[in-house]
């Protein structure tokens, strides 16, 4: 409520739509060159960058623009002048606006100077980008009106005609003295009418093309439309066809592709539109303006009346005289203000400025109130104690019976409580409390408004769907502070990735997504994709530690990929999935052929990934008997699924399918603690050792031992009590690995290391040799057919006896009979697993049986004269 006098300046036009800031209107990118650039150099690149104007820099500064207007000031005649350099020509100085100022402000500079451009600058006078009518017109939200008004009403001269048979330098002349930017060209022998523009002449230029006649240049027919059409389809069909100008045609004209049959009576420009624009709401505001000018005329002259009225309201009221001196203030105004009123009598009320408002806020006011009298409005002020409050203030004149504003007379209420409920009401309905991104509902309400644009303007958008690889274990290891952090981080680079009218979301965990509303080139789509990935891998220093965290990207396309909302980020889903298999950190479009999926494939997937999230696995465990002491030597923790909708799943299905989809590490370590936590909560006659099966991808991770011995030590178990079973697809062989070095530190711990499915894979001495190994468990498959079949009990021989000479332990799986177990032990391998002894047991079972074999841990479940052969060294 800052009455500040009146000062010199134009009069502001205001739009009928929002007036939004003149930086938010214009893209980033600039086309520049420096003075001394040729003429045909600088049209060519005028030409291939497709745009109206370009910047003249020197030493970082501009010293002028040269824009396709400026093509009818050359000579077209003169032979150099291809060569000449940019500074001849140029126009100087450039006029600018800053970027914070409203597009209305922007809309008077351009129709008082007769400007079609402006140069948009920032705080610190540096270029941003260039504002054009086109953009004016395209920002001023009036649709309503565009489709109101026909293209007849916007045409206010004859267009200029030229004759074919023309010098290009004579109608360039006549342009020139003209002023105008096109002109129809009559090509003569029956043809349609053509047209010449600046965008021609900037094209002549960079091709270095010297025609000899008007009708060399003017080519194509003249696009015409009829006069009663819609501004508003006109305006689509000139962003359709990416042209400049329509010629407007008589109601006898016929339709638009063609050439009309009646009188061509104008040619439509979006200058033409604008100037519209601009006439038709200075004469809808001023009618609205008098009809409320009229009620509060009426209020004015009962002001003396009401004084009892105004001394009791709730809102502030304060009278000023006519330069802005405050002449009375009610009871409200002091309580709202801390001024009394014998403080405020005789102040302006810049008493109560806050200074957030700049002198452009304020200029506008009082060209308001001094051009129609009224003025209403969000502002912010302070009050005496020097906080800050936010007030709707209405400012009326008093007008005397002479019409000349006399008083101003100001109400206002405090709205600052409201506007910070609404702004959280707000926030928690539309943003991430987290990362300040917008979230699901936002997204949703976003990208519904980009299909309808798309679909309009027959356009592609794209949907980004971002997953962060391996998140989880940044917080089982650092703690959900370090992973929220982790997560703001993330967004930020995200924020400043994404381009102008692209919008960053956070779905929820660390799940996020980018919708890029209009996209000219999937190849754009695939350069931010590139970059994101980079960016999101450059190394962040989370809690004193410096991390690297990845992303896989799956990528959807409108209309390719999908037609709504829910099916863009489903295939987008899809193919960020896909980005995974192929080794994370990556991204990948979506296609036809991810959609293909089978039913089941995709439920199976599905209900893994719930199963992980709900812990909804379980251990079971099934013991390793010595057939020949009758001892429990160990047990064997295996991973078993049950889902709701599929029943029991085999981990021959789900246990590859973790592996691909990225998810053995999580369950691997998910199975780990299961196992240790079980251990501890066992009686104490349950001490022997229980083996658990590890995937390659956890020998890659060089904290693995570091864990396994933190779980242990948390449950005070000693390390003995645990083994570790690898396949041999894990082992790597050749030089001094990290995985040997691993398997030498989880060994020096106590921890057992065993082979399992020993003489599938490599079955090589070496890795035996090398590795730091206890036990081979020989697999079920040599085991299956025995007695019967002769070979496999030569290969079983074979392989008990290379342990034996290398001194390690030996544990046959698979055995369903007692013939297997006497063979077995006769050959020397006495430690049996398999179904003859037990099938696997929850732990509640286990129990149970430790307690029935007693403090010697003999095993009972024998068949009864169960007496196997002595070990023999002798082969089958």
């Not at 005496?384 to 936010?390: E, M, Q, R, W």
């Not at 981990?651 to 251990?679: N, S, T, Y």
């Amino acid at each position: 409520m800052d009455f500040l006098a009146a000062p010199a300046g134009e009069s502001v036009s205001l739009s009928l739509g929002d007036d939004p800031e003149v930086g938010k209107l214009v893209s980033r990118g600039l086309l520049t060159c420096e003075p001394s650039l040729p003429l045909k150099q600088v049209a060519q690149r005028m030409h291939q960058a497709n745009v109206s104007c370009i910047l003249v820099m020197e030493a970082q500064q501009v010293v002028g623009i040269w824009s396709e207007g400026d093509t009818r000031r050359l000579d077209f005649n003169r032979l150099d002048l291809l060569e000449m350099p940019i500074r001849q020509w140029m126009s100087s100085p450039v006029t600018s606006i800053e970027a914070h100022l409203p597009m209305s402000r922007a809309s008077a500079m351009m129709k008082s100077q007769h400007l079609r451009r402006l140069l948009v600058v920032d705080a610190d006078q540096q270029p941003l980008g260039v504002l054009t009518q086109s953009d004016i017109v395209r920002h001023q939200g009036v649709e309503h009106y565009l489709l109101m008004r026909s293209v007849g009403s916007s045409v206010t001269r004859e267009p200029l005609r030229l004759y074919g048979y023309l010098s290009l330098a004579e109608a360039v002349q006549r342009l020139r003295d003209t002023g105008r930017e096109a002109a129809i060209v009559e090509r003569g022998r029956g043809l349609p009418p053509g047209i010449i523009t600046e965008r021609d002449l900037i094209k002549l230029l960079a091709s270095s093309e010297r025609p000899a006649t008007l009708q060399e240049i003017a080519d194509r027919p003249l696009l015409c439309v009829p006069s009663d059409l819609s501004l508003l389809s006109a305006v689509d069909l000139l962003r359709e066809k990416g042209y400049r100008h329509l010629g407007v045609m008589d109601a006898t004209g016929s339709d638009q592709e063609n050439l009309p049959s009646g009188r061509i009576c104008g040619l439509l420009s979006f200058s033409d539109i604008l100037a519209s624009i601009e006439s038709e709401y200075v004469h809808q505001l001023r009618a609205a303006i008098e009809a409320r000018d009229q009620a509060l005329q009426s209020s004015m002259e009962n002001l003396v009346l009401a004084q009892k009225v105004i001394e009791a309201s709730l809102d502030g009221i304060l009278i000023t005289d006519a330069q802005g001196v405050i002449q009375a203030v009610n009871p409200s105004f002091t309580a709202l203000t801390g001024y009394a009123a014998e403080e405020a009598i005789g102040q302006t009320p810049k008493l109560l400025s806050s200074g957030l408002h700049d002198a452009a806020f304020y200029q506008e006011m009082w060209d308001s109130l001094q051009q129609h009298g009224y003025w209403q409005g969000e502002i912010c002020n302070r009050r005496k104690n020097g906080d800050l409050y936010t007030e709707w203030l209405t400012i009326t004149g008093i007008r005397h019976a002479t019409g000349e504003i006399r008083q101003f007379a100001a109400i206002f209420s405090d709205i600052t409580e409201r506007k910070r409920k609404e702004e959280q009401i707000h926030s928690l309905a539309y943003y991430d409390e987290l990362t300040g991104l917008a979230n699901r509902r936002l997204l949703q309400d976003r990208l519904d408004l980009a299909l309808a644009n798309a679909k309009r303007h027959q356009h592609k958008l794209a949907v980004l769907f971002l997953d962060l690889d391996l998140f989880k274990r940044i917080n089982d290891t650092l703690g959900h502070q370090a992973g929220d952090a982790v997560l703001k981080e993330i967004a930020q680079r995200l924020s400043q990735l994404a381009r102008g009218g692209e919008s960053v979301a956070r779905l929820g965990g660390d799940e996020f997504t980018i919708l890029v509303p209009e996209v000219q080139a999937l190849m754009d789509v695939e350069q931010l994709a590139a970059q994101i990935v980079t960016s999101l891998s450059q190394p962040l220093v989370i809690e004193q530690q410096s991390l690297v965290v990845s992303t896989s990207i799956g990528i959807s396309v409108y209309p390719d990929d999908g037609q709504s909302a829910e099916i863009l980020l489903k295939h987008a889903d899809t193919a960020m999935y896909r980005a995974k298999e192929a080794g994370r950190n990556h991204f990948c479009f979506y296609n036809a052929v991810m959609g293909e999926r089978n039913y089941a494939d995709l439920a199976l997937e599905h209900g893994l990934r719930k199963a992980l999230r709900q812990q909804a696995l379980f251990v079971v465990y099934q013991p390793k008997i010595d057939v020949v002491s009758r001892q429990w030597v160990g047990l064997e923790a295996l991973v078993r699924w049950t889902d709701e909708a599929l029943g029991p799943v085999s981990p021959a299905e789900f246990i590859p399918l973790a592996e691909k989809l990225g998810l053995i590490e999580e369950l691997g370590e998910w199975v780990l603690d299961e196992v240790i936590r079980q251990m501890a909560a066992w009686p104490q006659q349950v001490r022997i050792p229980v083996s658990i099966n590890v995937s390659a991808r956890q020998l890659l991770d060089a904290n693995f031992a570091t864990r396994i011995a933190q779980r242990l030590a948390a449950y005070q178990l000693p390390a003995q009590r645990l083994e570790l079973e690898l396949t041999e697809s894990c082992l790597v062989l050749g030089k001094e690995s990290a995985q040997q070095q691993l398997l030498r530190d989880l060994r020096s711990q106590g921890i057992g290391i065993s082979v399992d499915d020993f003489g599938t894979g490599y079955s090589s001495l070496s890795y035996l040799r090398q590795l730091p190994l206890d036990t081979i468990k020989i697999d079920a498959s040599f085991i299956r057919e025995l007695p019967g079949n002769r070979e496999d009990a030569q290969l079983v021989w074979a392989i008990i006896g290379m342990a034996r000479a290398l001194g390690l332990d030996l544990v046959a799986e698979g055995v369903e009979t007692a013939a297997q177990a006497t063979l077995l032990a006769g050959l020397g391998c006495s430690v049996c697993q398999g179904y003859w002894l037990a099938r696997p047991a929850l732990a509640d079972q286990v129990a149970l049986w430790m307690e029935a074999c007693g403090p010697e841990a003999q095993w009972q479940g024998f068949p009864a004269g169960w007496e196997p052969f002595a070990p023999s060294e002798s082969a089958p």
